[in-house]
Structure formats: structure tokens, C-alpha cells
């Protein structure tokens, strides 16, 4: 496949062949390759937990709001934010860390979210189908008591990965110019707003969106419905709560 084509039509895959597996081989060299990913100060401030056992993907899937890629994946890999590991290096030789703070923290998630996205982007170039599960801030710490995770280490992002079962649609996207800008930041005005999501509007699963949630706008399923007022601070609170208690 060209690389430009990849880019264009690349797909999130939901469902998975259950017949087809990926070797712990292959799986091993993908997180080698996504590890070249750069990263802060060369200190690579992550670690992914891998979980491929059934039973184990069952105990996760409530913390994903059981979406069906969670346990029909053939593996899920939850990617975290670690200062576990280069603390007790820097312990170890006699360095005094002073990373519990909100910085730190800020870089691990950063490098984190590099690291997975490259792991997603060279999986998907070797025939693998992957997709983004955005719940796992919502319950961080339902998540870090099942894998187990020590002081100084954050979920920050799940992916499910496995070989296709079926293809599926490309998503929409806002034009370039809605989301480029040059030299300085160049504010919207309704105009520009009504001319970037038009598209996005006409679409009939746009439209399908709102007359099964009763909406008037696409704009009004988002806000009442999908990531609310109430949710949001909810596990905001949720999380902050969770962070502090990791030791950042």
C-alpha cells in the first residue's frame, strides 16, 4: 500500500477475526518499532500492560462501558503513563527525582500517547486492525486495580488490536483549513463555523444521530447526550482524585 493511501483511507475496526491471532513475536517486534517513537529526554515514560486471556479482557471490558471491541479483540493493550520505573533507576544510582508533579506528569502522557500511536500507525501498515478505546480516563482506577499498577503509574489509552473480520467506513473530517493556521491563530466566526461543518451536518449518519437521540442539531447529540456537563466533572473528579493518589 502507499504510504499516502494508508494516511487517506486509514479505518478504526471494531470487529475482529476470532480464527486469526497475532503472534507474541510479531506483537513483541510492533512494540519494539513503536518504542523508536521520540519521546522526553530519551527517558521513555511509559509502559503498555498487554492482555490477551479471556477472562482477564472480561474483568476490563466494564471499565470500557463493555464495548463490544474489548472483548472481541484479540488483544488489548492499555498504555500508561510511567515514572515507576525511571524513578527507582534514578534511586538505584544515587539521583534524587523530583517528578510527582503535574510536568512530569504532563510529559509521561505526552510520550504515552506518541508511543501508542505509533504502535496503532505500524500495526495498521502490517495488515492489523486497531481501535481507540476513550474510556480509559473515565475509570483509571477501576483499570489500575485490575492491572495492577503501582504508585506513579497512569492509564492513559487502550487499544484493541486484532485481524480484521470486516472493513468499515472511513471517518468524516472537518476541512484542512478548519483546523490549519498560519502564523497566528485565526479565530472562527459563525460564517467559517457553518462552512466547515456543513459537510459533517449532511451526512445522513449525522443525521441519523439526531433523530435517535431526539436532537435538533448534530452539535446538541455531542453536548446532551454523549459527553454531557454532568459526566464530564463526574470523572474529572474521578480521575484528578486518581492521579493524586498515584503520586503525582
Given at each position: 500500500m502507499?504510504?499516502?493511501?494508508?494516511f487517506?483511507?486509514?479505518?478504526?475496526?471494531?470487529?475482529?477475526?476470532?480464527?486469526?491471532?497475532?503472534?507474541?513475536?510479531?506483537?513483541?517486534?510492533?512494540?519494539?518499532?513503536?518504542?523508536?517513537?521520540?519521546?522526553?529526554?530519551?527517558?521513555q515514560?511509559?509502559?503498555?500492560?498487554?492482555?490477551?486471556?479471556?477472562?482477564?479482557?472480561k474483568?476490563?471490558?466494564?471499565a470500557?462501558f463493555?464495548?463490544?471491541?474489548?472483548?472481541?479483540?484479540?488483544?488489548?493493550?492499555?498504555?500508561?503513563?510511567?515514572?515507576?520505573?525511571?524513578?527507582?533507576?534514578?534511586?538505584?544510582?544515587n539521583?534524587q527525582?523530583?517528578?510527582?508533579?503535574?510536568?512530569s506528569?504532563?510529559?509521561?502522557?505526552?510520550?504515552?500517547?506518541?508511543?501508542?500511536?505509533?504502535?496503532?500507525?505500524i500495526?495498521?501498515?502490517n495488515?492489523?486492525?486497531?481501535?481507540?478505546?476513550?474510556t480509559?480516563?473515565?475509570?483509571?482506577?477501576?483499570?489500575?486495580?485490575?492491572?495492577?499498577l503501582?504508585?506513579?503509574?497512569?492509564?492513559?489509552?487502550?487499544?484493541?488490536?486484532?485481524?480484521?473480520?470486516?472493513?468499515?467506513?472511513?471517518?468524516?473530517?472537518?476541512?484542512?483549513?478548519?483546523?490549519m493556521?498560519?502564523?497566528?491563530?485565526?479565530?472562527?466566526?459563525?460564517a467559517?463555523?457553518?462552512?466547515l461543518?456543513?459537510?459533517?451536518?449532511?451526512?445522513?449518519?449525522s443525521?441519523?444521530?439526531?433523530?435517535?437521540?431526539?436532537?435538533?442539531?448534530?452539535?446538541?447529540?455531542?453536548?446532551?447526550?454523549?459527553y454531557?456537563?454532568?459526566?464530564?466533572?463526574?470523572?474529572?473528579?474521578?480521575?484528578?482524585?486518581?492521579i493524586?493518589?498515584?503520586?503525582?
Amino acid at each position: 500500500m502507499e504510504k499516502e493511501q494508508y494516511f487517506s483511507t486509514r479505518r478504526t475496526i471494531r470487529r475482529y477475526d476470532s480464527d486469526r491471532h497475532i503472534s507474541d513475536t510479531e506483537l513483541t517486534r510492533i512494540i519494539e518499532l513503536a518504542a523508536q517513537a521520540p519521546n522526553t529526554g530519551n527517558m521513555q515514560l511509559y509502559s503498555v500492560i498487554v492482555t490477551r486471556d479471556e477472562d482477564a479482557k472480561k474483568r476490563l471490558a466494564p471499565a470500557h462501558f463493555n464495548q463490544p471491541s474489548a472483548t472481541g479483540a484479540d488483544v488489548v493493550l492499555t498504555f500508561c503513563a510511567d515514572f515507576n520505573r525511571f524513578e527507582k533507576w534514578c534511586e538505584a544510582r544515587n539521583a534524587q527525582p523530583g517528578y510527582d508533579n503535574f510536568q512530569s506528569l504532563m510529559w509521561a502522557v505526552i510520550d504515552t500517547t506518541i508511543f501508542a500511536q505509533q504502535f496503532c500507525t505500524i500495526a495498521e501498515m502490517n495488515g492489523l486492525g486497531t481501535c481507540y478505546l476513550g474510556t480509559t480516563t473515565y475509570n483509571a482506577p477501576m483499570i489500575a486495580d485490575i492491572l495492577g499498577l503501582p504508585s506513579r503509574v497512569v492509564p492513559v489509552v487502550t487499544l484493541t488490536v486484532g485481524y480484521p473480520a470486516a472493513d468499515a467506513e472511513i471517518s468524516d473530517r472537518i476541512p484542512v483549513e478548519g483546523i490549519m493556521h498560519t502564523e497566528r491563530y485565526e479565530d472562527y466566526d459563525t460564517a467559517r463555523i457553518n462552512a466547515l461543518y456543513h459537510e459533517k451536518e449532511q451526512r445522513e449518519d449525522s443525521k441519523q444521530f439526531i433523530a435517535e437521540n431526539n436532537k435538533e442539531t448534530l452539535a446538541q447529540v455531542f453536548t446532551d447526550v454523549r459527553y454531557t456537563r454532568d459526566a464530564n466533572e463526574h470523572f474529572s473528579e474521578v480521575l484528578s482524585e486518581f492521579i493524586k493518589k498515584q503520586g503525582f
